[in-house]
Antibody, heavy 122, light 110 residues
Framework: EVQLVESGGALVQPGLSLRLSCTPS????????MGWVRQAPGKGLEWVTF??????????EYAASVKGRFTISRDDSQSIAYLQMSSLKTEDTAVYYC?????????????WGQGTLVTVSS | QSALTQPASVSGSPGQSITISCTGT?????????VSWYQQYPGKAPKLIIY???NRPSGVSNRFSGSKSGNTASLTISGLQAEDEGDYYC??????????FGGGTKLTVL
């Protein structure tokens, strides 16, 4: 059974940094691209970032709203994905979901974690 | 990248069919067959129900179907059931190599 578990969400002050982790199970992590999607309280989904599998170059893409502040990475040897968030703003407050991209030739998220809450506030 | 445009809400009675539209541009919906749809219940993670415009993942009811014409994708739910009530989001790949979601549609089963 495919499972994704996020951790690392917290209350953090504006301007500071935070790292989220995504621990998968039930599939060969290195074979899949992984992404992060966020949802502000009471709002819709926002695509944040994804990282391709090493077989597809391990390259990354970012939404304009986080580019230059957020960094996605992966450690295939430990089967874990990270989202490093810096220079956090109040508008980054959201539930952050880790999700697997179902097909290296496509861009849909087929499995999602339960989410971890990041609150940016002074 | 602007969010894709979805109606804020739709409603229907049990047994009826409803369609949710998702309008983008030639740089996203119209340019690629990489449209996906997600169902979300309050307080829960989204669930994939349609991928690559019209494909259903294993285990998803065949009452859900997807299509696309030009810059607009559509999700149709036939034989509406009470359990279908929730929020629905479309998503598309974009020419910027990123993804984009729609604003979401709240489905109410009357």
């Amino acid at each position: 059974e495919v499972q994704l578990v996020e951790s690392g969400g917290a209350l953090v002050q504006p301007g500071l940094s935070l790292r989220l982790s995504c621990t998968p199970s039930g599939f060969t992590f290195g074979d899949y691209a992984m992404g992060w999607v966020r949802q502000a309280p009471g709002k819709g989904l926002e695509w944040v970032t994804f990282i391709r599998s090493k077989g597809y170059g391990g390259t990354t893409e970012y939404a304009a709203s986080v580019k230059g502040r957020f960094t996605i990475s992966r450690d295939d040897s430990q089967s874990i994905a990270y989202l490093q968030m810096s220079s956090l703003k109040t508008e980054d407050t959201a539930v952050y979901y880790c999700a697997r991209i179902g097909n290296s030739e496509s861009y849909y998220f087929d499995f999602w974690g339960q989410g971890t809450l990041v609150t940016v506030s002074s | 990248q602007s969010a894709l445009t979805q109606p804020a809400s739709v409603s229907g009675s049990p047994g009826q069919s409803i369609t949710i539209s998702c309008t983008g541009t030639s740089s996203d919906v119209g340019g690629y067959n990489f449209v996906s749809w997600y169902q979300q219940y309050p307080g829960k993670a989204p669930k994939l129900i349609i991928y690559d415009v019209s494909n259903r993942p294993s285990g998803v009811s065949n009452r859900f179907s997807g299509s696309k014409s030009g810059n607009t994708a559509s999700l149709t739910i036939s034989g509406l059931q009470a359990e279908d009530e929730g929020d629905y989001y479309c998503s598309s790949y974009t020419s910027s190599n990123t993804g984009v979601f729609g604003g979401g549609t709240k489905l109410t089963v009357l």
